[in-house]
């Protein structure tokens, strides 16, 4: 059967047709070259970062414990929920601005000071009583050790803020390739010293410090003027909903995380945020190359229902045809994946990440709901969604710890598919976009999804009857599926690389 025949019946061809349509409909090559631009430095950074991260995540994920990664868990959530204590939405509401003036930048620079100081001070003090509350001895010293490298990367939120609204992802992009390659430098440096248990949290406090004073540097001379009450309440108003939203996010994120360690100990933890972290690769690698500039050029086009139904249309048919065939490739090949690149330590990862896999794999559609919210002037709609979320997935984390990991996975992953639809549902009903319409867009995912899955069987089969053991096997399961959905895909590939390289 050729290309094109296999195109037609996945649906591929029709969503082409969709896509060209829309082109059409909506001519906008400054927007669409901008756009495209800075994905385009997204991706490059991408590549370079998780060059750099995998790497050192085989490395130490075979000389460290799974508890001293569930230790890690515990940090970034509490670090995560300082640092937008000490932003206050300030930023985002900068970014949101159609018309942004010197005393706004001013004065959220000025205002932001404060909130930092108070939070990392209060942050030095609790860090020995979450310690106890969490049951993690290891956790106090590590949480003080933060504290410095967290004010650093709070307080360079408004040249963050700055970088953004000018499409400027190059910068941001430079910023987050450093930070990694700090983060895995002085892991790598503590181990071969001794130090492995302070190794993580060295390692992140690198990444704060690197990354805050990059932004610092390139997001330019600060914004002269001393702050006026009438510019912050002028910001205060979008602020405070991006401000609520981003805590109740965090928290969303990370209750689950959070309950598992409390009530099932770190290395348990460890195990659970190990199956988290290979899902949340692929979403959170479209969220940094595509989500985040969603957000910035969907403002553009806050005042544009028409372009903006659109947009939000075609970006959504592009996220769901990459993440759901990939969701389900790594569900299948799990074993392998686990097996081969961490070790057999990490077994027990391959079933919450099965389990997770069908819930999270409608998650990534999430950047594109979020950055209509942001456009439209609605990003309350976030915060009720996030505190729905953290009542859903609280409540499966403590309704079925009895059944250990399995269950809280099932629980979660409900919850995550209830979330991802709702979401959605909400973005529709903003831009005027019929849910049936958003879903036919998504529908040739599935069916990419569904063939991309046979190809894995058959190759895990072939692989068994050839009694191949360790890489030999993982080359064998993933090479083959990865040229067919390329195959399937090459004119959405081609199109994305055009836009963006050329």
């Given at each position: 059967?050729?290309?094109?025949?296999?195109?037609?019946?996945?649906?591929?061809?029709?969503?082409?047709?969709?896509?060209?349509?829309?082109?059409?409909?909506?001519?906008?090559?400054?927007?669409?070259?901008?756009?495209?631009?800075?994905?385009?430095?997204?991706?490059?950074?991408?590549?370079?970062?998780?060059?750099?991260?995998?790497?050192?995540?085989?490395?130490?994920?075979?000389?460290?414990?799974?508890?001293?990664?569930?230790?890690?868990?515990?940090?970034?959530?509490?670090?995560?929920?300082?640092?937008?204590?000490?932003?206050?939405?300030?930023?985002?509401?900068?970014?949101?601005?159609?018309?942004?003036?010197?005393?706004?930048?001013?004065?959220?620079?000025?205002?932001?000071?404060?909130?930092?100081?108070?939070?990392?001070?209060?942050?030095?003090?609790?860090?020995?009583?979450?310690?106890?509350?969490?049951?993690?001895?290891?956790?106090?010293?590590?949480?003080?050790?933060?504290?410095?490298?967290?004010?650093?990367?709070?307080?360079?939120?408004?040249?963050?803020?700055?970088?953004?609204?000018?499409?400027?992802?190059?910068?941001?992009?430079?910023?987050?390739?450093?930070?990694?390659?700090?983060?895995?430098?002085?892991?790598?440096?503590?181990?071969?010293?001794?130090?492995?248990l302070w190794s993580l949290a060295g390692g992140l406090?690198?990444?704060?410090?690197?990354?805050?004073?990059?932004?610092?540097?390139?997001?330019?001379?600060?914004?002269?003027?001393?702050?006026?009450?009438?510019?912050?309440?002028?910001?205060?108003?979008?602020?405070?909903?991006?401000?609520?939203?981003?805590?109740?996010?965090?928290?969303?994120?990370?209750?689950?995380?959070?309950?598992?360690?409390?009530?099932?100990?770190?290395?348990?933890?460890?195990?659970?945020?190990?199956?988290?972290?290979?899902?949340?690769?692929?979403?959170?690698?479209?969220?940094?190359?595509?989500?985040?500039?969603?957000?910035?050029?969907?403002?553009?086009?806050?005042?544009?229902?028409?372009?903006?139904?659109?947009?939000?249309?075609?970006?959504?048919?592009?996220?769901?045809?990459?993440?759901?065939?990939?969701?389900?490739?790594?569900?299948?090949?799990?074993?392998?994946?686990?097996?081969?690149?961490?070790?057999?330590?990490?077994?027990?990862?391959?079933?919450?990440?099965?389990?997770?896999?069908?819930?999270?794999?409608?998650?990534?559609?999430?950047?594109?709901?979020?950055?209509?919210?942001?456009?439209?002037?609605?990003?309350?709609?976030?915060?009720?969604?996030?505190?729905?979320?953290?009542?859903?997935?609280?409540?499966?984390?403590?309704?079925?710890?009895?059944?250990?990991?399995?269950?809280?996975?099932?629980?979660?992953?409900?919850?995550?598919?209830?979330?991802?639809?709702?979401?959605?549902?909400?973005?529709?009903?903003?831009?005027?976009?019929?849910?049936?319409?958003?879903?036919?867009?998504?529908?040739?995912?599935?069916?990419?999804?569904?063939?991309c899955a046979l190809v894995i069987l058959a190759s895990?089969?072939?692989?068994?009857?050839?009694?191949?053991?360790?890489?030999?096997?993982?080359?064998?399961?993933?090479?083959?599926?990865?040229?067919?959905?390329?195959?399937?895909?090459?004119?959405?590939?081609?199109?994305?690389?055009?836009?963006?390289?050329?």
């Open positions: 059967m050729r290309l094109k025949e296999w195109r037609r019946l996945l649906g591929l061809d029709a969503a082409d047709q969709a896509s060209a349509e829309i082109a059409a409909a909506v001519p906008d090559n400054r927007f669409s070259e901008t756009f495209a631009r800075s994905v385009r430095h997204n991706v490059i950074a991408e590549i370079t970062i998780q060059i750099l991260r995998i790497g050192g995540m085989i490395v130490l994920a075979r000389a460290l414990r799974p508890q001293d990664f569930g230790l890690l868990k515990v940090l970034l959530a509490v670090s995560t929920v300082i640092v937008i204590l000490c932003e206050a939405g300030l930023p985002e509401a900068l970014v949101q601005r159609s018309e942004l003036t010197q005393n706004h930048e001013a004065t959220a620079r000025w205002v932001s000071f404060g909130p930092a100081g108070l939070c990392v001070t209060a942050l030095y003090g609790v860090a020995p009583a979450i310690a106890d509350l969490m049951v993690m001895p290891n956790l106090g010293f590590a949480l003080r050790l933060l504290c410095l490298p967290i004010l650093i990367e709070a307080t360079s939120g408004i040249s963050n803020a700055r970088l953004r609204r000018g499409l400027n992802f190059g910068s941001l992009a430079l910023a987050d390739a450093l930070a990694e390659a700090a983060f895995l430098g002085t892991c790598l440096l503590l181990v071969a010293n001794g130090e492995a406090s690198a990444r704060y410090v690197v990354h805050g004073l990059t932004v610092w540097v390139l997001g330019g001379r600060p914004a002269h003027g001393w702050p006026r009450m009438a510019d912050l309440r002028i910001l205060w108003r979008f602020s405070f909903s991006i401000f609520t939203g981003r805590i109740l996010t965090t928290i969303s994120n990370n209750v689950d995380y959070l309950l598992v360690g409390r009530f099932l100990g770190s290395e348990i933890l460890g195990f659970y945020g190990m199956a988290w972290d290979l899902l949340r690769f692929v979403e959170a690698r479209v969220h940094n190359t595509l989500g985040r500039v969603a957000i910035s050029a969907f403002s553009r086009l806050q005042d544009d229902n028409l372009k903006l139904r659109n947009a939000y249309r075609e970006f959504s048919g592009y996220l769901a045809r990459l993440v759901i065939p990939m969701m389900a490739c790594i569900a299948l090949a799990a074993p392998e994946l686990i097996g081969t690149v961490y070790g057999p330590r990490w077994y027990a990862a391959v079933v919450p990440l099965r389990i997770l896999s069908a819930g999270l794999s409608l998650t990534a559609l999430r950047s594109a709901s979020v950055a209509v919210y942001y456009a439209k002037n609605q990003p309350a709609l976030d915060v009720y969604l996030n505190g729905f979320r953290t009542l859903l997935v609280g409540v499966a984390v403590v309704s079925l710890l009895s059944l250990r990991l399995p269950g809280i996975s099932v629980g979660v992953s409900m919850a995550e598919a209830v979330i991802s639809i709702v979401g959605a549902s909400l973005a529709c009903s903003l831009v005027g976009l019929n849910l049936r319409i958003l879903a036919a867009v998504c529908l040739p995912a599935t069916r990419l999804a569904a063939l895990k089969a072939v692989a068994q009857f050839a009694a191949l053991q360790g890489p030999s096997t993982l080359v064998l399961v993933v090479v083959p599926v990865g040229v067919v959905f390329y195959w399937l895909a090459a004119n959405d590939f081609n199109r994305f690389l055009s836009m963006s390289f050329n």
